[in-house]
């Protein structure tokens, strides 16, 4: 199964020197740590999803071998499309600015995903506690519990007119709505880890409390 991480939003409101994908949390950038978690997962190619407004994360996306596509930078859903009509389905797909992903996490989806499509997400009552920024557009309720997407998601295969049957994850920079297409399984979590999307400053130093 292919996967791509998704690194080709401007990023604005975490105001860093550097752009989103390439700040370092304990010290390693957001796209390698991404990068690692995916490679030491069962998935088995890797690639960047990059814009015209992330060409240092382009060129470091190069570097770590993970194979640049570089979308238009229309947004993440357009981007999105454009990354899956160049690779296989179903893709797992991931946002760059999760950076305390893991290889189980990643693993865990595509299983609740069996062959289709399916979308991480927590508790938005998990990230209020921990403090960790909130984009209540993205917030919708999955059986009575107010959730939100983390970013980290499987894309189930094109439909006979070659749309994606869900199309799942959001890029927290686009401000677009989860999409809880029915066909999209929910796989809920707890793991504190998946709850830290950093969108701003202050979430740098949430993600760095926790790093291992």
Same mark, same amino acid.
Request: glycine content about 8%.
């Given at each position: ?15 860093? /020197? ?36 992330? /060409? ?6 190069? +570097? ?7 979308? /238009? ?33 990643? *693993? ?50 094109? +439909? ?22 029915? *066909? ?18 202050? +979430? ?9």
């Amino acid at each position: 199964m292919d996967a791509l991480v998704m690194c080709g939003g401007r990023g604005t409101r975490l105001d860093a /020197p550097v752009e989103k994908p390439l700040v370092d949390i304990c010290g390693r950038p957001m796209l390698d740590r991404v990068a690692a978690a995916l490679r030491d997962s069962s998935v088995e190619s890797v690639r960047a999803v990059t814009s015209p407004h992330t /060409p240092n994360t382009r060129d470091r996306a190069a +570097d770590l071998g993970l194979d640049p596509i570089e979308a /238009p930078g229309d947004g993440y859903v357009s981007d999105l499309g454009f990354a899956l009509a160049r690779v296989s389905r179903p893709a797992v797909t991931v946002v760059s600015d999760l950076p305390l992903v893991a290889p189980e996490h990643v *693993d865990a989806v595509v299983a609740a995903a069996d062959g289709g499509a399916a979308t991480a997400c927590v508790p938005v009552e998990l990230k209020r506690e921990l403090g960790a920024s909130v984009d209540d557009a993205l917030v919708f309720d999955h059986e009575g519990t107010a959730v939100c997407p983390t970013g980290l998601g499987v894309v189930g295969p094109a +439909d006979a007119d070659g749309e994606t049957d869900a199309e799942t994850n959001t890029d927290t920079d686009t401000n677009t709505d989860a999409d809880t297409n029915t *066909d999209s399984t929910m796989y809920l979590s707890t793991d504190t880890r998946l709850a830290l999307n950093v969108n701003r400053p202050t +979430d740098i130093a949430l993600a760095e409390d926790r790093c291992e």
